[in-house]
């Protein structure tokens, strides 16, 4: 196990402001978890899906290594009518070693979590925890990026362009960020390192600064990710190719693993 859980950076708001509109996996796994009243959800930084399942009637159970991602959920809870944010219950652990005492009939590792572990000792160390966290009839769902989004998003060009991913409002200040992008990939390691550079505009469209954050993560392929399951005694049982259980095909921009015990 690396010595240093190589997680995306401690930037929840704008982690949010990237992510707040994003909502194309929020039926899928509410659709999942119909026959569940208790879940464990990996990673569940913010809340951006704990938030929405919750009221829809499940008890979430979350789990993120990050501080400051927790600190952001709360504050979101707070907010909330009782009744939901008292079916949330938030943990500051890291996915690849905890224990929770109890198992669950449903987990999951949305938003391409999986890939912030950056070497196949560290995906095995996790993928074991959840094993035994995984009732002996559960299901687990993990969710990730594919090769052909890789292709589509230029992640493994190596051609060292700034291309600009996204320009929003910032719901806080009012003022304008742009969200540009470069991306090294290292195809010995699988590793990608996304410089993402937000720039900030004010209220009259002037120019006031910016912030790069460093992101990493590791690609791999849907049958290295199966290899991967058999050595910590899972199965897959079923691929999807997008968030509306379409299938798998090779232009499927993500995989949407469910996955049972071997």
């Given at each position: ?38 879940i ?50 938030l ?21 391409a ?9 560290d ?25 052909a ?38 195809a ?5 390192e ?8 004010d ?26 399951l ?22 499927s921009?993500?995989?949407v ?6």
């Amino acid at each position: 196990m690396t010595n240093r859980f190589p997680k995306v950076p401690d930037q929840p708001r704008l982690y949010d402001w990237m992510y707040r509109k994003t909502d194309k996996d929020v039926a899928m796994y509410r659709q999942f978890t119909e026959c569940h009243a208790e879940i464990l959800e990996i990673a569940v930084g913010t809340g951006r899906l704990a938030i929405p399942l919750a009221e829809a009637g499940r008890v979430v159970h979350g789990i993120d290594d990050s501080a400051a991602m927790l600190g952001l959920c709360r504050d979101k809870l707070e907010g909330l009518d009782p009744r939901v944010s008292g079916r949330i219950h938030l943990y500051q652990v890291d996915m690849r070693e905890f224990d929770l005492g109890r198992q669950f009939d449903f987990v999951f590792i949305p938003f391409a979590s999986i890939v912030y572990l950056l070497s196949i000792e560290d995906q095995q160390a996790c993928l074991r925890t959840l094993k035994r966290h995984l009732g002996a009839s559960g299901t687990l769902v993990i969710d990730f990026p594919t090769w052909a989004e890789a292709r589509d998003e230029h992640w493994l060009d190596n051609d060292q362009l700034l291309r600009k991913e996204r320009r929003m409002e910032d719901p806080n200040s009012g003022k304008l960020v742009e969200l540009w992008t470069q991306n090294r990939y290292d195809a010995a390691t699988q590793i990608l390192e996304q410089d993402r550079h937000f720039r900030t505009y004010d209220t009259d469209g002037n120019f006031e600064g910016e912030k790069v954050v460093l992101w990493r993560s590791r690609v791999f392929t849907p049958g290295e990710f199966q290899l991967l399951l058999q050595t910590c005694g899972l199965k897959l049982v079923e691929m999807y190719g997008d968030f509306q259980f379409g299938p798998f095909h090779h232009d499927s921009e993500v995989a949407v693993a469910v996955i049972g015990h071997a």
